[in-house]
């Protein structure tokens, strides 16, 4: 038998020899780590990931922190002496250790927080440390910025941090904390550009007014909140509460989706909801209904014994949705209940239909 012709290294490693733009975009999907290890496979390799427009610190398993630091600052000082100092995108997701933002290095802080090119910024499981906001903070052109399990320092970190970012349109805030109520009086503007916020689970201030020309807003509100009308909003995604859902539904006039929750992953919370609510129904129906609300969807329909509020909300969406087109309801028990109680309802829109699921904790 003859044996297979023999391929020289040459011909199979085609994808060095693409150009540096195709591999540098290659690495760009790696995380800074795996990025840097491919510097060792041959001089082709070795520079390239300098000029890797994205820095992304998660995946990456270590056991000591001061290590890891000393890999941070490693990588910070080799790019900024290769001449370049262009970021795209920062991206910190190191949920082994919480790390303090200002002893990782030094250069951390200068470096991401005052890169003018920097347009994603993801930052999770960080204390920002007491001088956050005292750091000078210039980004001009960040457009994302999603924090995830973040504690501040002081009250008003946030807005600090919000008030430098003039053309964000992506935000999202998870578990955000703080540990005094010191406010550095820093005010937050409208953020004009934002045109998507997620605020979950957040104990800090966070600004309606900057939020108020969104078009997507997820958001948990309660009955002491002060809001803006919001002229933009198309999709909202709300926690359950007769009270607040009548003064939203006023404050966003062209609102097209919505939807409803009780639970919040998972957890059952005693202040999340709200027994015996007064079921006043307003004078005027809010023009949302009348004009443009297309679809609603009502997840953990029935949880917590609130069975009776949430089917007065269905009922009442119903009742004056006259451009209503489908409405999808989550049952957290009695699916054919509620399933023949609302279906039995008068609607305003003759075409809306309804779907129904059953759902499990």
């Known amino acids: 038998m003859s044996k297979p012709p023999e391929t020289s290294t040459e011909e199979v490693d085609r994808i060095s020899s693409l150009p540096d733009d195709i591999l540098i975009q290659i690495l760009s999907s790696l995380p800074t780590k795996q990025a840097f290890l491919t510097s060792i496979l041959s001089k082709r390799w070795k520079h390239l990931w300098f000029f890797v427009p994205v820095i992304d610190f998660t995946k990456t398993k270590h056991s000591d ?16 002496a290769a001449g370049n100092n262009s970021i795209h995108s920062f991206i910190w997701d190191d949920e082994h250790i919480s790390h303090n933002w200002a002893t990782i ?17 993801k930052l999770s499981y960080l ?4 001088a956050f906001c005292y750091y000078p903070i210039i980004l001009p052109s960040l457009k994302t910025l ?19 970012c003039p053309v964000i349109e992506d935000l999202q805030l998870y578990h955000i904390s703080y540990l005094t109520f010191l406010d550095p009086n820093r005010c937050c503007e409208t953020l004009t550009k934002l045109i998507r916020a997620d605020i979950i689970e957040c104990n800090c201030d966070v600004p309606m007014k900057a939020l108020s020309n969104v078009e997507f807003l997820r958001i948990k509100l309660y009955k002491t909140f002060n809001s803006p009308t919001f002229h933009n909003l198309t999709h909202l995604v709300l926690s ?10 006023y404050l966003c006039p062209k609102l097209q989706n919505i939807e409803f929750y009780q639970k919040i992953q998972g957890s059952i919370r005693d202040h999340e909801f709200v027994y ?28 917590a014994g609130l ?27 009695k699916r054919s209940e509620i399933e023949r109680e609302l279906t039995s309802c008068s609607r305003a829109s003759a075409t809306c239909k309804f779907s129904f699921y059953s759902e499990y904790v």
């Not at 470096?111 to 994603?120: A, G, H, P, R, W």
């Not at 359950?240 to 539904?249: E, F, M, N, P, T």
């Open 146 to 164: 999603h924090l995830k399990d973040i504690k501040f320092d002081r009250y008003g970190d946030l807005k600090c941090l919000l008030g430098y």
């Open 105 to 121: 290095t030094p250069k951390l802080s200068n470096t991401i927080l005052t890169c003018t090119t920097l347009v994603v910024l």
């Open 307 to 333: 069975q009776h509020e949430h089917t007065m909300l269905a009922t009442y969406i119903l009742n004056n949705s006259s451009v209503l087109e489908t409405m999808s309801i989550w049952c957290f028990r």
């Open 65 to 80: 922190s001061r290590l890891f630091d000393k890999f941070v600052d490693s990588i910070l000082c080799l790019r900024k």
């Open 127 to 130: 204390y920002m440390g007491p």
């Open 240 to 249: 359950y509460s007769w009270g607040i859902v009548q003064r939203v539904l």
């Open 276 to 303: 015996g609510q007064n079921w006043v129904l307003p004078k005027f129906v809010p023009p949302c209904l009348s004009l443009s609300l297309k679809t609603c969807s009502m997840r953990d329909f029935g949880f």
